[in-house]
């Protein structure tokens, strides 16, 4: 099959193996899939996989890995010990989790699990869902990356006079987005120094939106929750009658973590995504004075990653206006570089089909 | 008075002013004061304290500054305003924070607070409580300390399978033995490399002792909550299903923290009361990907800090194994490096009444 390989630390479009199902594996053609930050992190960075004790990552330098794990694809064949309840040519996407006879892989992150950079990519059968023929297929190719934040805005149990703000509006902070307003929390703020992403935050129920090149997002946080007072520091603690901030942190550069601390109000619960791979520095005497915790990634889970398809499939959560571009497969290499700019459409879909026509809703 | 005056950056014991109760607040002769590793904190770290937005501290280099929040004094007379329910004579503790004419301090941290290091001090009457006479006042003096060990358990909300590790067996990780204990838990794993601490930890009921000398807390956890095992990874997370580890971090050292994030299981919870003032570095990405949490200081709160007084004057929280030693004010200096070097007695008491003996029950 034709696809864009990672080898040898960088991208090649050409022809690669095409992958065989094992016992329990779907093989799918894929019609649309969507590049991923962390596509950029697992390329750039194979210490850091390597240093990841859980087997579910495989960086190989020397073999060809094709990448790609939110993705909607039709069923081409079934492999041996399947169930083949889903007919043949059915679309379908999954959990990128492929089982079988080796051990639990992420889909797109080790050699024998090719995910959706590709014309055929490896499913597991007991995981695959089919995506109703009305749901147009980039959208479903989402539920992965806007079950990312389901799981953070669920984590973060917001308390009715909770506040929430939005640092960084990339696809998995619009996916809060999305996800608070399905929980119609009235006010929603959302930092970005992107205008476009914060207009794309808009569109997806943010109600206040903030470029810290031009004003302080705690500012704007404290002027929107406590009328522009500080957050009331009582003996031991902040005052619990009185608003508190949820910050998500969906940036993951080095210092965004510590800037959120430094700068967030008294009992401050942040939900953080990001997580740089070089580490970062915080000032936990800050921190622990402000009462401030940390909630690092610890999901999405499955009712997340389910519950997301489902809404997408019933029309409920509308993805569309994160998608801001397709390309085949030649485009891929090219598209990776403007995702790792971190400055050009939330998500950019690729489909291996050549199709790269977008519908009227996305741009 | 005399006492042992915080000027200049150091401790010199001498002559100051005698403290003068102003509205609603009460004079007290100090009975009984413990070391704090949050009075070397405030004395070695002025542009932390400088740092801090709250105005509960005022470190003023030159002015006389009197330390000491953990303390037992009788009552010597009432300032303005007051409502003199207690008698001259009673004796008395209470939350260390000074309300009055000014803005709140927390006591010993302020010019005008002055706390137990000397032979006066001011409390506010509002939130003084009586100390039984059939009260060690120096148990009573150690509500503040035991507090903070209730606090941090108390917002670790242990479920039943939930195996608790405490890192540091200072005052505060023993008084998290005790506020364990209080709650049946049957499992308490202590890890400290000072193995009279250690002792002391078994006292309060802690029931595996581990110095990290000599072997991992973590393989000690491992081995106690799974068999050895660890702790299974799932698709977005750890499997809910197995015991969790929730980590407690009373050491405050650079390091300790992300020793614990690079050594924990998969869905640690941490409870964090260190806080070192130069800042921290964490392995954020690690972090993530275990899905570890962490609470940082918010506390304790009021109810607390009075439960634990309440449980010290019924009898059914005995902290005497943490008093090591008492001293009287010119044995401050020398107390305060023995403090400072952490290998020595978790609590040692200064008693500005020049009476050092200790009781039976402490060594």
Redesign the interface.
Known sequence: MRAAVLYGGRIEVRETADPVPGPGQVLGRVLSCAICASDLHFMDNPD?VA??D???WDYRADQDIVMGHEFVAEIVAYGPETERTLAVGTRVTS?P?LLGAGP?RIIGCAPEAPGGFGELMLLTESLIRAVPENVPFDQAALADAFAVGE?YVRRAALAPSDVPLIIGAGAIGLSAVAALRRRDVETIIVSDYNDGRLETARELGATHLVNPARQSPYEVWREVALGGR?RR?A????DPSTPNCVAFEFVGHPGV??GIIQQCE??TRIL??????E????????????????????????E??YGTLDAICAGSLDVSPVIGMAVDLDGVPGALDLARVGNGPARIMIRPTGDTALPAAAR
Do not use: E, T
């Open positions: 850091g240093a990841d859980s087997g579910l959990l989790v639990a799981y500080a520091v003996f031991g603690g902040s973590l510590d008294q009992g953080s995504a990001g997580g740089p791979p580490g970062d520095r915080i000032s936990s005497m800050v921190a622990k004075r402000k009462g401030v915790s940390i909630q690092f990634g610890g999901g999405p889970a499955p997340d990653w």
